[in-house]
């Protein structure tokens, strides 16, 4: 079995942190000194004319062999770090040779050589511990590269996601002109931009626009028509959204609403008609507003259902979602008779939401560009 270096933080000592073996090397070199450097201070205090000194046998070798047992314990420690076994073996077997001249027959010779397997092992573990150093740089080296190569592929998915992203959002804008946000996010989040391909579809058409729009505008000053332009539309295009309708285009003070595509929903009558009274309402708000300004200014809404041609239409960078039929037609031209205030619905919508509002019929009326007379309802309110 392969020794497999284990030391952990919890493990980890002072000692076993000691560089390049050098606790096997205190303790080797310790050792040696207390053997060997008797005759060194003995020769040193001689030379100074001190008297002779005498150690204490037992002493040194207790020292002697104490010491080399701390180099056994840092040639341990640093086996557990590298995993090489023969700097231990070589250095116990230097410190049994070493205490077995000290407590049996003593011969210098095999004393010398327990020293020499000892400074060997503290080599031969210095080697181990630097090779194992180098592995450890050459793996931190390797890890860094990898995690390099990981960066760098993050970063070119990252890129490859904001490029997405901003083809996503730069659609999101395009189709938000035209549809209600939570409808263009469907749409997006479902990939069904083929929903908005030219197709056959029954929808329900909303006109509005205001009256005496043409008269205001050439008797009051430019700025003062956008303002109520911009508070108009900015309104209108707020209940537009809430009520999920998909915004043809706009023209002026013209608005072109329908719904039931591209995304389908139920009711699509209904939907158009609560649409309508909220129209009103806001823009009577807005109008006490305009008639405290000297404004003179009307409303009008015509609603119609039935089948249509919608698809988009336009160039690069500029493309509506259209609808076109002689529903768009009629609803536009129920719009052109509405009277200030007025909803005026065709007959197919009021057969499919008679139980659910209140209505006038005004007859047959024959409204231009339309061949037959058409019979229309003007709506007063939802029961």
């Known amino acids: 079995m392969v020794y497999s270096p284990t030391i952990s933080d919890n493990d980890a000592t002072p000692w076993s942190r000691f560089p390049f073996g050098a606790l096997a090397y205190f303790g080797a070199g310790a050792s040696l000194f207390v053997c060997y450097g008797k005759v060194v201070i003995l020769g040193v205090l001689s030379a ?18 104490m010491l080399g047992v701390i180099a056994i314990f840092g040639l341990y420690r640093d086996l557990r770090c590298h995993g090489k076994r023969h700097p231990l073996i070589l250095g116990a077997v230097g410190v049994c040779i070493i205490i077995a001249t000290l407590y049996t027959d003593y011969s210098p010779t095999l004393e010398v050589s327990g020293y020499i397997l000892l400074v060997v092992a503290a080599l031969l573990n210095q080697n181990a511990r630097l090779m194992q150093l180098n592995r450890e740089v050459e793996d931190q080296a390797t890890l860094l590269s990898q995690q390099a190569s990981e960066l760098a592929h993050l970063n070119l998915g990252l890129e490859q996601r904001v490029d997405s992203q901003g083809d996503e959002i730069e659609k999101l804008a395009r189709l938000k002109q035209f549809l209600a946000p939570e409808v263009a996010q469907i749409v997006l989040a479902e990939q069904q931009v083929a929903l908005l391909e030219s197709h056959r579809c029954y929808i329900v058409a909303l006109f509005c626009d205001i009256r005496d729009f043409t008269r205001f505008s050439e008797s009051m000053e430019p700025e003062e028509v956008m303002d109520v332009l911009q508070a108009y539309h900015e309104n209108m295009g ?96 129920l719009c052109d008779e509405a ?45």
């Open 48 to 65: 100074f004319g001190f008297a002779q000194l005498d150690f204490n046998p037992h002493l040194q070798a207790l020292l002697m062999w």
């Open 238 to 333: 707020r209940l537009v959204a809430e009520h999920g309708g998909t915004i043809d285009h706009r023209a002026g003070d013209g608005l072109m609403i329908f719904f039931n595509d591209p995304i389908p929903c139920d009711e699509p009558e209904m939907k158009a008609i609560g649409l309508a009274l909220a129209m009103r309402e806001r823009f009577n708000e807005c109008n006490r507003q305009w008639r405290k300004q000297g404004y003179q200014l009307g409303f009008g809404i015509g609603i119609a259902a039935g089948y249509a041609t919608l698809g988009v239409v336009g160039y690069q960078d500029r493309y509506d979602y259209t609808a076109n039929g002689n529903v768009v037609n009629l609803a536009s031209r």
């Open 339 to 383: 009277g200030d205030g007025q909803i005026l619905i065709s007959s197919k919508t009021y057969i499919a939401v008679e139980e659910k509002v209140d209505a006038d019929r005004l007859g047959e009326l024959e409204l231009k560009g339309i061949a037959k007379p058409v019979s229309v309802y003007d709506l007063k309110s939802c029961r």
